[in-house]
């Protein structure tokens, strides 16, 4: 059974910085392919940022540039360094694993 754990999430003022996290169990993560979605009040749900089993990484246009995905095979984890923070940056947060495997969302609120 996947099972995926996101934390990190919290109020930070603009252009502040946060570190997503997202434990994965049950899936041989090191060959997997994670990705980082958003969803604010009233939108979709939107892909903010994917790593692929070697490494490569892919951005949304909106933060790129801004925000850096990671994984450590070794931790089961990835991260989300989220920098230069804006408001329209105020979403929960989910960890994403194929197309059925969703962590319960950390909410990242911007806000001075």
């Known amino acids: 059974q996947v099972q995926l754990v996101e934390s990190g999430g919290g109020l930070v003022q603009p252009g502040g910085s946060l570190r997503l996290s997202c434990v994965a169990s049950?899936?041989?993560?090191?060959?997997?392919?994670m990705n980082w979605y958003r969803q604010a009040p009233g939108k979709q749900r939107e892909w903010v940022a994917g790593?692929?089993?070697?490494?490569?990484?892919d951005y949304a246009d909106s933060v790129k540039g801004r925000f850096t995905i990671s994984k450590d095979n070794a931790k089961n984890t990835v991260y989300l360094q989220m920098a230069s923070l804006k408001p329209e940056d105020t979403a929960l947060y989910y960890c994403?694993?194929?197309?059925?495997?969703w962590g319960q969302g950390t909410q990242v609120t911007v806000s001075s």
């Open positions: 994403n694993y194929g197309p059925a495997s």
């Open positions: 790593v692929g089993a070697l490494g490569n990484t």
């Open positions: 049950g899936i041989n993560f090191r060959f997997a392919t």
